[in-house]
């Protein structure tokens, strides 16, 4: 699967929008308007306004609501709620070349930047579901952390986010693990 498409940035946007949030400290890195235009913008993005404080507070409440696909083993769990997120949502998908190539966009015609942006992350994540990658979307099996990540991979075995060098780590202490029972093995001979 590819994620330098729209689709695929689509998608990236949710994870972005959804790691800001580290459920396993509670830190919250989105929290101005700036922050989140800027979370925006480096998904390819045009958000030509500041973000208000209302509508950043509905990009903070959109992240449980997508975080919940990634690692749910139950699929059609996960459909039902984003489908139903796009009822919410009114979405009305529109073909369009505004800037000189065909899109799709998914929200009502001059929706706000939040209801533009949760349509589009929610039809991206059912755009991966539907071309039969729902396992692609992980939660980072790192100790101390609970990222989502998309697995782009061929195989598709990704274990760990690569934001916070969960693998390494992970690397690192299978490997102190290894030498520990080795020694202790050793031990035994004697
Ligand atoms: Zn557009
Ligand atoms: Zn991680």
Same mark, same amino acid.
């Given at each position: 699967?590819?994620? &330098?498409?729209?689709?695929?940035?689509?998608?990236?946007?949710?994870? %972005?929008?959804? &790691? #800001?949030?580290?459920?396993?400290?509670?830190?919250?890195?989105?929290?101005? $308007?700036?922050? @989140?235009?800027?979370?925006?913008?480096?998904?390819?993005?045009?958000?030509?306004?500041?973000? #208000?404080?209302? &509508?950043?507070?509905?990009?903070?409440? /959109?992240?449980?609501?997508?975080?919940?696909?990634?690692? !749910? @083993?139950? =699929?059609?769990?996960? =459909?039902?709620?984003?489908?139903?997120? /796009?009822?919410?949502?009114?979405?009305q +998908?529109q073909?369009?070349?505004?800037?000189?190539?065909?899109?799709?966009h998914?929200a009502r015609p001059k929706a +706000?930047?939040?209801?533009?942006?949760?349509?589009?992350?929610?039809?991206?994540?059912?755009?991966?579901?539907?071309?039969?990658?729902?396992?692609?979307?992980? =939660?980072?099996?790192?100790?101390?952390?609970?990222? =989502?990540?998309?697995?782009? #991979?061929?195989? $598709?075995?990704?274990?760990?986010?690569?934001?916070?060098?969960?693998? !390494?780590?992970?690397?690192?202490?299978?490997?102190?693990?290894?030498?520990?029972?080795?020694?202790? %093995? %050793? %031990?035994? #001979?004697?």
């Amino acid at each position: 699967m590819a994620l &330098n498409d729209y689709t695929g940035r689509a998608a990236l946007t949710a994870v %972005d929008l959804i &790691n #800001s949030y580290d459920v396993m400290t509670g830190t919250d890195t989105l929290t101005s $308007g700036n922050e @989140a235009a800027a979370l925006l913008r480096r998904r390819g993005w045009v958000v030509d306004r500041p973000v #208000s404080a209302a &509508n950043l507070g509905r990009l903070r409440d /959109l992240r449980p609501r997508l975080r919940f696909v990634f690692g !749910n @083993a139950d =699929v059609a769990k996960s =459909v039902e709620d984003l489908n139903r997120l /796009l009822r919410e949502l009114q979405a009305q +998908p529109q073909l369009t070349d505004h800037d000189g190539a065909w899109h799709w966009h998914y929200a009502r015609p001059k929706a +706000p930047l939040p209801e533009r942006v949760a349509t589009t992350c929610v039809m991206a994540l059912l755009t991966v579901i539907a071309e039969g990658d729902a396992p692609r979307l992980k =939660v980072c099996e790192g100790s101390d952390c609970a990222n =989502v990540f998309i697995d782009a #991979s061929r195989p $598709g075995s990704r274990r760990f986010c690569d934001s916070k060098g969960c693998g !390494n780590r992970a690397h690192v202490s299978a490997y102190r693990e290894r030498k520990k029972h080795a020694a202790s %093995d %050793d %031990d035994m #001979s004697y």
